[in-house]
């Protein structure tokens, strides 16, 4: 796998200058007057969903006001374009500002906003918090969580429209060391602990050419960050409406169509070509939006305009989501959503082709419905389906190509989920909500028997389960400085009847406009793959048995403590310290063997386990940011770590992921290129440095000895592979026409051409070892336009 992928984003490379010829054809000419822009949105209770009419928006630096409409929306029509401040005040409600919002000219700007009730009284002295830009949408996580502003974040060098490579900037956040995968490392934790949900609902792996069974990852999302709205990303003691998370959680919302005009996109690069569109289905405000990526690696190839040695690997993806918005009068807002995504792999070489295909869809239903004044019911019901296919044909000696093995992997899961939001009164407010999951796997292994000349089948798993869980959380704002959350999530596997009941805890105190310190404390827990819980081994003869169908849920204790001081409007510090007890962790049963599913981030696992094993992470850390202001921002976040589990034999050590230090710097600036102001040149810069994983040396001597790799299980885990550090470079001129906006970017990785070292292997012809290394300089060229 780590090949494959190398080769694919080595291609990605490698064809850059077979785009950027075409982009620097276009000839722009200038227009006389600045382009014009409409600048819209609602306004809605945060607790019940319900417009909010009367509301006061004053939009700087034109220092024009505006009231909402009975509905709660807001417009400012022809707007010249630029960045514009927003400032939402209503009697009774918290102001709220929205800073530095870009206007387009090919894009209207449209804004959900959220006001909550003010929990002040008459008699209460006023103590005003600052409005913070990265605070979660989710008001219930008051510790170890940040708004993944799409805004802000695609602004990262380095992230490609990536979501999770766009995380990885964020403090406790890391990834695996191949820039290949686009994995999520989280204090120390295996990426397998990572729960992915969108719309309300937990969601498979949204990732192309993932590593395997239980991947959270892969090379390139399926989902852009164009297709995406702002959502939440949370790293410890999660509130409790989120269960099967061990490591941390991505709650992201899909973005919503424009229900008044109708408008697309068209984005051409190394990665793919992309189009989009969205608009008004009806008068009512109905709304569509589509998003479509098809590989253009896969063309060149095809066409033959790409004439390159790709050591006979082909790689090929498409992927595309939707939304559908029905807001109706008596039922609430209906919102059908999904997306899908194929891709395809050939392997080949003189004696052998490997062909590998995968396959996910996901499609959901959800419904918001306002019950007025006292709060809101949320629904999804959602399906997917992931399906993995691998075929291998092998040459013989008589010159014939013959099928040696097929095999599949596939998961089915149905899920409902539904919470009641209650409004309790300004100062409180509770969320009550059940999941239900139908957990299919089929799992066909058909391999060559010589003696028969042909394919026979060595193990069918075709089977399903149920999880339930159910959870409630209270928040209560006892005044302007302390704000409470606790709650209860409640587990049932019932393949095995093995629950949980996990209680979880958070409090925060202003003790002043800038100052706030904060705690939290939650049990948390995660299922792993179906296939780990189904595995079949065969017994004797035709009689097979399942040895780990008893096995447990694997569990956690997190606790933190934060301390977050508002420097200025513009300039935010943040710490957090954490301590994390791993227990009733797998492990192999064999008193010899290390595994432990801490240092597992994928692939179907054969090992016959027990709940004994352990592990823990503690760590510190940083984050300095100054907000995007003036046109320019920064952000630098470090973390100290450390991440140990304890094996079968009873003796603690690292966990791969143990680097013990992480640490990035992020800035960039704005300028305006022309008289007109329609025209910006945008420079991004990304550096990242940590320590390297943690890996088991080679014994060289016993090695040469034995003419095979040898491994020193003796210093297992001990010794760490150097520093891993690169520096990525964004650029990109943007220019506002009077109806459209073109983008051209290049977004570079390892500007320097670091060579990382992320893996040693022994190679038997020299009789030495030898190093893999991540990727080398990598650019990546667009043109995108707005229209």
């Known amino acids: 796998m780590l090949l494959k992928s190398y080769i694919c984003l080595e291609l990605i490379m490698k064809s850059k200058v077979n785009h950027i010829i075409f982009f620097s054809l276009f000839v722009v000419a200038a227009f006389s007057q ?114 993944f502003s799409v805004q802000e974040s695609n602004r990262y060098a380095g992230g490609y429209a990536d979501a999770s490579r766009m995380v990885m900037s964020f403090a406790g956040v890391t990834s695996s060391g191949n820039d290949q995968n686009n994995e999520i490392v989280i204090r120390g934790n295996s990426p397998k602990g990572l729960l992915w949900r969108i719309e309300g609902v937990e969601i498979p792996n949204p990732n192309h050419f993932g590593d395997g069974q239980g991947s959270t990852s892969g090379i390139i999302s399926m989902l852009n960050s164009a297709s995406l709205a702002n959502s939440d990303f949370l790293t410890g003691a999660f509130p409790s409406e989120y269960g099967n998370a061990l490591s941390g959680v991505f709650d992201l919302k899909f973005r919503r169509g424009n229900n008044q005009k109708h408008e697309f996109m068209a984005q051409l690069s190394v990665i793919g070509i992309e189009t989009s569109a969205e608009g008004p289905i009806n008068k009512k405000g109905a709304s569509y939006r589509f998003n479509f990526r098809y590989s253009t690696l896969e063309l060149l190839l095809k066409s033959g305009l790409l004439k390159i040695e790709t050591g006979g690997f082909s790689p090929a993806y498409r992927d595309m989501n939707f939304t559908l918005n029905f807001p109706t009068k008596k039922l609430g807002t209906f919102a059908l959503w999904g997306f899908g995504g194929l891709n395809l792999s050939e392997d080949k070489d003189l004696n052998s082709v490997q062909n590998n295909q995968g396959k996910t869809g996901v499609i959901g239903l959800s ?77 066909d292994d058909n391999r060559r028997d010589n003696s028969r000349n042909r394919l026979v089948n060595f193990l069918f ?210 300028f305006s290129v022309s008289k007109q102001k329609n025209k910006f040149l945008v420079i991004n810069s990304r550096l990242i440095w940590r320590g390297g994983n943690r890996y088991i040396p080679i014994n060289l001597a016993e090695s040469i000895k034995r003419n095979t790799t040898v491994n020193d299980v003796t210093r ?51 009789n030495k070892i030898l190093y893999s290394y991540a990727l080398p300089l990598l650019p990546i060229f667009s043109f995108k336009v707005d229209f």
């Open 34 to 147: 600045t382009p014009t822009q409409n600048l819209r949105g609602k306004i809605i209770d945060k607790e019940t969903q319900a417009g909010l009419p009367g509301v006061n928006v004053n939009i700087f630096p034109l220092n024009l006001t505006v009231s909402s409409n009975p509905d709660g929306s807001f417009s400012f029509p022809k707007l010249p374009i630029g960045r514009y401040t927003l400032l939402f005040s209503l009697v009774g409600y918290d102001k709220s500002t929205f800073a530095n919002i870009e206007l387009g000219s090919g894009k209207e700007t449209v804004l959900s906003v959220e006001l909550s009730e003010s929990v002040t009284t008459l008699n209460e002295l006023i103590v005003r918090k600052e409005n913070l830009k990265d605070q979660t949408i989710n008001d219930m996580a008051l510790v170890s969580g940040r708004q």
């Open 461 to 670: 798993e075709n089977d399903k389960t149920f999880f339930l869980q159910a959870y409630s959380q209270l928040k209560y704002n006892i005044n302007r400085k302390i704000s409470f959350s606790g709650g209860i999530h409640y587990n049932k596997f019932l393949l095995n009847n093995n629950q949980t009941f996990e209680p979880r805890l958070a409090a925060k105190y202003q003790t002043n406009r800038k100052n706030a310190i904060s705690a939290g404390f939650g049990l948390h827990s995660r299922l792993e793959p179906i296939s780990v819980y189904l595995l079949k081994r065969r017994k004797t003869g035709e009689i097979f048995e399942k040895p780990n169908e008893k096995l447990g849920l694997t569990r956690a204790a997190h606790y933190v403590v934060g301390y977050h001081r508002v420097l200025n409007p513009n300039w935010n510090l943040k710490i957090e310290a954490y301590y994390q007890k791993l227990f009733q962790i797998p492990i192999d049963t064999s008193m010899r063997s290390l595994f432990s599913i801490l240092n597992a981030s994928a692939g179907l696992i054969g090992n016959v386990m027990t709940n004994e094993g352990e592990g823990e992470n503690k760590g510190i850390e940083l984050t300095l940011e100054r907000y995007f202001y003036n046109n320019y921002y920064f952000m630098f976040t470090g973390s100290l770590f450390d991440s140990k589990f304890l094996a079968r034999d009873g003796k603690w050590r690292n966990t791969i992921f143990n680097n013990t230090y992480a640490g990035n710097i992020l800035g960039g600036k704005e």
């Open 716 to 766: 297992a885990f001990e010794p760490r592979l150097p520093d891993y550090w690169r520096i990525d470079l964004g650029l990109a001129l943007k220019i506002n026409l009077k109806k459209a906006t073109w983008a051209l970017s290049a977004d570079i990785q390892n500007l320097t051409n670091r060579k990382n070292i992320i893996q040693e292997r022994y190679n038997t012809s020299t």
């Open 367 to 443: 419904n918001t419905y306002s019950l007025g004044k006292k709060g809101y019911l949320y629904s999804v019901l959602m399906a997917s389906k992931e399906r993995t296919e691998e075929f291998e044909e092998i040459l013989l000696s008589n010159k014939n190509w013959v099928v040696n093995k097929q095999k599949l992997f596939q998961y089915d899961n149905l899920r409902f989920s539904s919470f009641y939001n209650y409004k309790i009164s300004s100062k409180a407010s509770l969320r009550t909500g059940i999941v239900f999951s139908n957990l299919g796997y089929e799992f």
